[in-house]
């Protein structure tokens, strides 16, 4: 017998843990799923500067820990484990199957995130864990005194650059643009830091190396010429990818993968939510991730006591 609630949450990000410390606050009997081997990206950030209440900012890390922390004093309960698929039964409740089993929710938040985008290129998969990487904070310390690449040009690009100057020798900064899309202030840390220099107007068509990364090969889209630059380690930072291939066949997703919702985070079956990274939005932030889950939870219990009554 799958175990019921009143609120089922997926994932344990910064939207999913809001939303369950807003659904434990109002009362409600709530489970949170979280899957470990899809976990928060906020968890790689190595200094949040813009999340109100820490004008010396935070780690991604220890925000987390402390959302979690508060929703863990509350008794929001948690269980682990992959989704896999989600069911209406007949009763108009939700049956979610993950790892650990099933349980049937009257509504659902998916809270589920999105994790780095791949560049597609020759030698990436073979060498992932050999030299590549999509987290500067969970691999940065293998590279002490090395020269890396950083692939992408935008805020999580800029931000990885500038946390692993403090630890290797050098950095190439490969960029498709002539312009970096990342927001000033971290350009300009960027551009003083003497470690970082930028590759523009180029794209990375091969990860070089056969047991460990050696270098890459770059291709100017101006000029059309090519080079390899030698470097120890690739960090790829080129965007992100929705989890949301579970329910790819209950609701409604943009071209890219994310979950469309309403003002009111209501997707397009009654009865299911979403909030956060997973959800198509035109801000990806932490503090927009909270204020969605917050929503999400609101329009769940609305929703709850409509199916009450």
């Not at 069911?87 to 998916?110: C, D, N, P």
């Not at 291709?219 to 790819?248: D, M, Y």
């Not at 939510?273 to 204020?291: E, M």
Request: glycine content about 10%; aromatic content about 6%.
């Amino acid at each position: 017998m799958s175990a019921t609630y009143e609120l089922i949450i997926i994932g344990a990000g910064p939207a999913g843990l809001t939303a369950g410390i807003y659904a434990k606050r109002a009362g409600l009997d709530v489970l949170v799923i979280e899957d470990p081997s899809l976990p928060s990206q906020a968890l790689s950030a190595t200094q949040i500067e813009n999340y109100p209440g820490f004008p010396q900012g935070i780690s991604g890390r220890e925000l987390i820990e402390r959302f979690r922390k508060q929703a863990e004093g509350i008794g929001v309960e948690f269980k682990k484990g992959k989704v896999y698929n989600l069911t209406l039964l007949s009763s108009q409740r939700w049956e979610v199957e993950s790892e650990e089993g099933k349980a049937r929710g009257i509504a659902l938040i998916i809270a589920s995130g999105a994790h780095p985008k791949e560049l597609g290129v020759k030698g990436e998969r073979e060498l992932k864990g050999k030299g590549v990487s999509y987290c500067a904070i969970c691999d940065g310390n293998f590279f002490r005194e090395q020269e890396i690449v950083v692939v992408g040009g935008g805020n999580s690009a800029l931000e990885a650059s500038l946390f692993l100057s403090k630890i290797v020798k050098k950095i190439v900064l490969v960029h498709r643009r002539d312009e970096l899309r990342g927001v000033k202030v971290l350009q300009k840390r960027v551009f003083a830091n003497r470690k970082i220099s930028v590759c523009w107007n180029s794209i990375v068509e091969e990860i070089l190396g056969e047991d460990r990364v050696e270098g890459v090969r770059v291709f100017n889209l101006r000029s059309g010429e090519k080079q390899i630059i030698p470097c120890a380690g690739v960090f790829i930072q080129v965007g992100s990818v929705p989890n949301t291939e579970f329910v790819k066949d209950v609701v409604e997703r943009d071209k890219e993968g994310y979950i469309i919702t309403d003002e009111k985070m209501c997707a397009s079956r009654e009865g299911i939510f979403a909030s956060g990274d997973c959800r198509s939005t035109a801000l990806r932030q932490v503090i927009t991730a909270c204020g969605d889950g917050a929503l999400a939870v609101v329009s769940a219990q609305q929703y709850i006591h409509q199916q009450r009554s």
